[in-house]
Nanobody, 112 residues
């Protein structure tokens, strides 16, 4: 079982970005999937959760700006991030809720 994050990059403050989390070895729509992020020097923080039935939950700091979704045909989960702020520059990770394994993540830089 493996999940690979991609889609990170440089975006200006107020801009948008869509991250992808592609799974192999397990159908992503059968798992509770989560997004997290980590700023250097700080603890990793939870961002969002997507349940198999489609329910979604978000950290208060991103509610209304971030949207988690999935494409079952591509076995991929997405995190669409709008109105990004400079302090949200971080490495973003996805994983199964029950798993303790972390992938390499994808770097998001928010800067002019």
């Amino acid at each position: 079982v493996q999940f690979v994050e991609s889609g990170g990059g440089l975006v200006q403050p107020g801009g948008s970005l869509r991250l992808s989390c592609t799974g192999s070895g397990v159908p992503i729509d059968a798992e509770i999937m989560t997004w997290h992020r980590q700023v250097p020097g700080k603890a990793r923080e939870w961002v969002a959760t997507l349940f198999p039935g489609g329910a979604t939950f978000y950290a208060d700091s991103v509610k209304g700006r971030f949207t988690v979704s999935r494409d079952e045909a591509k076995n991929t989960m997405y995190l669409t991030m709008d109105s990004l702020q400079t302090e949200e520059a971080a490495v973003y990770y996805c994983k199964q809720h029950e798993s303790t394994a972390w992938g390499k993540g994808t770097q998001v830089t928010v800067s002019l």
